[in-house]
């Protein structure tokens, strides 16, 4: 799992390649992405081989503090 405060484009495509490697290592069919505190989860920023490997989260708090998930 990687998690990221506020994670750019550019953020998650090396976080994206730095999940990768480590799932590969752990010999994991997946890793998890999360964007804390964005409405954006950069899917797109990932390598189009490796978006079948990696789901993309983001999370923040709506106008009245609820939580609220994006999915990628």
Same mark, same amino acid.
């Given at each position: 799992m990687e998690l990221k405060q506020r994670a750019t484009r550019g953020t998650t495509a090396e976080a994206s390649i730095n999940l990768v490697?480590?799932?590969?290592t752990l010999n994991y069919p997946l890793g998890v992405f999360i964007n804390n505190d964005?409405?954006?989860?950069w899917i797109e920023s990932v390598a #189009?081989?490796?978006r079948t +490997?990696?789901?993309c989260l983001a999370a923040h708090?709506?106008?009245?503090? #609820?939580p609220q998930?994006? +999915?990628g």
């Open positions: 490697a480590m799932i590969d964005s409405l954006k989860t #189009d081989s490796h +490997r990696i789901a708090l709506d106008g009245n503090g #609820d998930v994006v +999915r």
